[in-house]
């Protein structure tokens, strides 16, 4: 298959994982108070699931197909009010942009009579649903269309400030990350890190307050395992049980029930 023909195919993947995320109907209109405003579907919710995407990485199709594609597994994932917080990985963690964060829209089990009455509208649940889903495409569109290349990457410390700091107080107690998770920082520079024994690599964390917030958290990486250099050569052996023994004990250290490396997520 020609290059041509091979990035064709891939943009074509591509714009379908996106317009999956977004759903194939027209976006309603999101209710402004009582029982369907966005406020009350917050109060029908139970969990709460940041979503960070590195920016510092150049990523070809696969990977930005990959990405666009566990953003919409995680979405469907949620329950009625599950918040969601979707947000970047820059160069620095003051550098971190949200992209989204909206609670999923939706009614809680009600009587027929508390539904005609009153209560949560289902047809305006489904409405306000596709434009939570079409907002959100829109605001991975760049994500997934955009390579950048940074020559620092603030992983650890733009998962400390999410997690420390979550919006409206809500603890996070699912976390998601989309990064090769090669951290060069102020705080631990690649020169260091990628040799830096894991037990101090903690140290250090915990000396600048790096650690995360996640108590009783389930954290799932997507993207790990590779270089930055041309081509993204994988880890060497060494490297990568280094890395993610830091990265596990990282996160377990912040609380977490479980740390996984994935493909993809596909709940």
């Not at 550098?95 to 089990?109: M, T, V, W």
């Not at 090769?180 to 964390?205: G, H």
């Amino acid at each position: 298959m020609s290059s041509k023909v091979a990035s064709a195919a891939g943009c074509i993947a591509l714009a379908t994982a996106l317009l999956a995320l977004a759903g194939c109907d027209d976006p309603g209109a999101h209710a402004g108070g009582g029982p369907n405003s966005r406020a009350a579907y917050c109060e029908y919710g139970k969990n709460a699931a940041l979503f960070l995407v590195d920016r510092t990485t150049q990523y070809d199709e696969t990977d930005q197909r990959v990405m666009v594609e566990s953003i919409g597994s995680v979405i469907d994932s949620l329950g009625t009010g599950d918040r969601f917080v979707l947000a970047t990985i820059d160069s620095h963690y003051t550098g971190s942009e949200p992209l989204a964060n909206e609670c999923k829209p939706g009614c809680p089990a009600q009587g027929a009579l508390e539904a005609v009455t009153g209560g949560c509208s289902g047809m305006i649940a489904q409405a306000d649903l596709r434009t939570f889903k079409t907002q959100l495409a829109e605001g991975v569109r760049p994500l997934a269309t955009t390579n950048e290349e940074a020559k620092f990457s603030d992983i650890a410390g733009t998962i400390a400030q999410w997690t420390q700091s979550p919006p409206a107080g809500k603890p996070f107690n699912q976390v998601y990350i989309f990064s090769d998770m090669l951290e060069n920082s102020q705080a631990i520079p690649w020169s260091k890190f990628k040799t830096i024994e894991p037990a101090d690599a903690i140290a250090r964390m915990t000396e600048l307050n790096r650690l995360p917030s996640v108590e009783g958290a389930t954290v799932r990486i997507v993207g790990f395992g590779r270089l930055h250099d041309p081509g993204r050569p994988p880890l060497a052996a060494d490297q990568d049980a280094r890395f993610r023994t830091f990265w596990s004990d990282y996160f377990k250290a912040g609380g977490a029930t479980s740390v996984t490396f994935e493909g993809a997520i596909r709940n």
